[in-house]
């Protein structure tokens, strides 16, 4: 059990959170295989302790970390937030965490820091996801953000779920969530943070530049090449009530984000 | 004794047709008791789909697999098994397809047309089931007297069939290939050991006339 941390209901949605069982048993972690059910039956013998963090690049204090001192003097709150995945499903989750901001702020970025580059472990030991010869990904996971879009509030780096620690599965022991982009460029299990003057590699646009952009936004209006984004399926989904509902702008996160954007082109920079 | 052991024979060639015929029925049957115990994780529709699609092609691939095997291994008895096994590849395949029409899509109009005309992988599955229809229907012995040696010409759409079913499973790859290799080998097998059939059948009698 955490410790309690308040509901921020200013940054929550209403809508009823997807049940525990969900949001553990249906996840994209291929380092734990392709299937939705993989990680949750393959993950469970992740070790998270000890773990450390690398802060590195444009910091002023940059160094490696013990996961306790790198959260410690962070207090927990609770977000709910829907998450939409590219492959057009989408949940509610309660997360318990703290804004990435509030964390990069203490590393004292410099003037050059211009984006945050993410890694997630590389340890095909435990991961057998990452030992497979005829996946079009490279490990270890890498993801990217534009340093305003890091520092915007929404952006969450999450240590929890439904106030208990963040299962493996779910990325433990943190994680990134970042409610109006598509679901992968949320990174879990992350080792490494580093701020940087060049915008990032990231994993699915390396696989599939044409398909996977930097941005990838949730945009309802910019289908991906083989599937359409106008609609998604929240789950959890009965047979008989498909639960097919229209997508919204930035996941309905447009009022919050949408000025981020401002002047670009979204089929361009998708 | 003669007669026993035709009347024995005779069993055993019903035992397993029996065992033939309810063999791949047993899929759906799991299928079916894990959508009641709800059973399929957050998202049923998916892994129905996902499930029965895949029983698809390995049942198109059982169907293509029972001449060269009936060949090699000298099994005539496979041959009567052919058609069933064609009868149930386009059975799990309508099955499939109205799972996702219902599931996914929840017979909404607007989506159905949307996915039919804008998504190729959509579009070249569907297509391979269309195809697979006339086959069925013409599947009969009667049909097959009718129709004669256009029957044969008709039924060699298995082969396009099977190509556009593969190409609808690799069109759906994320980021390992692995299973669409494996299926992909298989198949290249199964259509390149006809093509070297009938490559070695024409070469064979000038030599032997030379």
Not at chain 2, 64 to 91: D, N, S, V
Request: overall charge positive; proline content about 7%; glycine content about 6%.
């Amino acid at each position: 059990k955490l410790r309690e941390g308040d509901r921020n209901a200013a940054l929550s949605t209403s809508e009823a959170p997807a049940p525990y069982i969900s949001v553990t048993t249906h996840n994209n972690f291929y380092e734990f295989g392709l299937g939705k059910q993989d990680p949750s039956r393959k993950a469970q013998k992740f070790r998270t302790d000890p773990w450390s963090v690398e802060i590195a690049g444009e910091v002023n204090k940059p160094g490696t970390y013990a996961l306790e001192d790198l959260l410690g003097p962070h207090a927990l709150e609770e977000r709910i937030y829907r998450l939409r995945c590219v492959e057009a499903w989408s949940m509610v989750i309660p997360w318990m965490g703290f804004p990435l901001g509030d964390l990069l702020k203490r590393f004292e970025p410099t003037s050059r820091a211009k984006y945050v580059a993410f890694t997630t472990l590389h340890d095909p030991e435990q991961m057998p996801g990452q030992r497979g010869f005829f996946s079009t990904l490279d490990w270890p996971y890498i993801e990217g953000l534009r340093m305003d879009e890091a520092m915007h509030p929404l952006t969450l780096l999450a240590v929890g779920l439904y106030g208990n620690a963040l299962p493996p599965q779910n990325g433990a022991p943190f994680r990134l969530v970042v409610p109006w982009k598509y679901g992968f460029k949320s990174i879990k299990s992350i080792v490494r943070i580093e701020l940087t003057e060049e915008m990032p590699d990231t994993t699915w646009n390396l696989a599939a530049p044409n398909e996977y952009g930097f941005y990838a936004n949730v945009n309802p209006t910019v289908d991906h090449p083989r599937w359409s984004q106008a609609t998604e399926r929240r789950l959890p989904s009965s047979l008989f009530s498909p639960n097919i509902i229209d997508t919204q702008p930035f996941n309905g996160y447009a009022e919050q984000v949408a000025h981020l954007y401002n002047g670009m082109d979204l089929r361009k920079w998708f | 004794m003669v007669l026993t052991e035709v009347t024995g024979r005779r069993m055993k060639s019903h035992a397993r047709w029996w065992l033939v015929f309810l063999l791949p029925m047993l899929p759906l049957v799991w299928l079916v008791d894990r959508a009641l115990a709800l059973d399929l994780g957050a998202d049923p529709a998916q892994a129905i789909v996902q499930f029965t699609g895949i029983w698809t092609l390995r049942l198109l691939w059982i169907t293509l697999a029972i001449t060269p095997l009936r060949r090699i291994f000298h099994w005539g008895w496979l041959q009567r098994y052919r058609r069933m096994m064609g009868l149930y590849a386009l059975f799990y395949a309508i099955v499939h397809l109205l799972a996702f029409a219902t599931f996914i899509l929840g017979w909404r109009p607007d989506l159905l047309l949307r996915e039919l005309s804008e998504r190729p992988y959509i579009i070249v599955g569907t297509l391979a089931l269309l195809l697979l229809i006339p086959l069925g229907v013409t599947s009969t012995r009667g049909m097959q007297r009718r129709l004669g040696p256009k029957w044969a010409k008709l039924h060699r759409l298995v082969y396009l069939i099977a190509l556009l079913a593969m190409l609808h499973f690799i069109w759906q790859i994320r980021s390992s290939f692995q299973e669409q290799l494996i299926y992909g080998l298989i198949l290249a097998w199964l259509l390149g050991y006809r093509l070297w059939k009938r490559h070695r059948a024409p070469v064979r009698k000038p030599s032997r006339m030379a």
